[in-house]
Structure formats: structure tokens, C-alpha cells
């Protein structure tokens, strides 16, 4: 799957999808593509990534009380 650095617009392939989909886990690793040349894996917040279409990331993917109402 890919996402988009919503600070730099770069695009990025996320290494394992189940760290994507951990509430519990702030980070995930991704390898950035420039030319043809997938980049080294590195760890990203996933507050700064998006969809390639700009639409933000599911909260229950970020925030493990995602249903707790205080």
C-alpha cells in the first residue's frame, strides 16, 4: 500500500500493513520512492502520512480509545 507524507507529498510504500493498522503503534516503516530506486526502510508518524489522495488516515488506525467517549 502506498501513502503520501502529507507534509512533503512524497510518496511512500508501507513495509508492513500491520503496523499501519495498530492502534497502539505511533509509527510506521515505510521505504520513499524517488525515480525508480526504492529508498532504505525508515520509521514515519503516521500523524504525518495520508492516502495518495489526501484523505487523512482512520482513527481507529491511530488512537487506541478511538471509541472511548470521556
Known amino acids: 500500500m502506498y ?3 502529507a507534509e512533503t507529498g512524497d510518496l511512500a510504500h508501507v ?3 500491520s503496523e499501519l493498522t495498530d492502534p497502539n503503534l505511533a509509527t510506521v ?3 520513499y520512492h524517488a525515480g525508480e530506486e526504492a529508498g532504505e526502510p525508515m520509521s514515519e ?3 504525518a502520512m495520508a492516502f495518495p489522495s489526501g484523505e487523512p488516515l482512520p482513527k481507529c ?3 487506541p480509545h ?3 467517549d470521556f
Do not use: H
Request: glycine share 0%; hydrophobic share 40%; charged share 40%.
Open 29 to 31: 516503516m515505510v521505504r
Open 66 to 68: 478511538y471509541r472511548v
Open 3 to 5: 501513502l503520501r507524507n
Open 15 to 17: 513495509v508492513k500493513l
Open 45 to 47: 508518524k503516521k500523524s
Open 61 to 63: 488506525w491511530q488512537d
